[in-house]
């Protein structure tokens, strides 16, 4: 995929495709084409520091780390963006979640890996 303006995380999409963090400032979704599919800044009208660790959950929700502003940013398929860690970390790098709703976040200046509960699914 060429003309990415500092590629830094990616993370693929249920159902193909993939995310990109940049270091420009905006995150990037692909088809499994590799054509363009939207920018989260665009799309949500959210300006990133600093955009670092992407994953996408079992939803289809973008998950992002911002290294510059220490959160990180729930966006769903349809709906506004949510804060879900907005304390607590010092320089949010890569992350990944799980199924069962756990978002797990390496912090580097840290030297550990955060782990928080974001989703509880009804039984």
């Not at 495709?17 to 995150?27: I, L, R, Y």
């Amino acid at each position: 995929v060429p003309n990415l303006q500092g590629p830094r995380y990616v993370s693929p999409v249920p159902g193909g495709g993939f995310v990109v963090s940049e270091e420009c400032g905006d995150v990037k979704v692909f088809m499994s084409s590799r054509k363009l599919l939207c920018s989260l800044s665009s799309k949500y009208g959210h300006q990133f520091g600093n955009p670092a660790g992407v994953c996408v959950d079992t939803d289809g929700s973008i998950l992002v780390a911002d290294e510059q502003r220490r959160t990180v940013h729930l966006f769903p398929e349809h709906g506004a963006p949510i804060c879900l860690v907005s304390t607590g970390l010092r320089r949010p790098a890569g992350m990944a979640c799980s199924s069962s709703g756990h978002l797990f976040v390496a912090d580097a200046v840290e030297n550990c890996v955060k782990v928080f509960k974001y989703c509880v699914r009804p039984p």
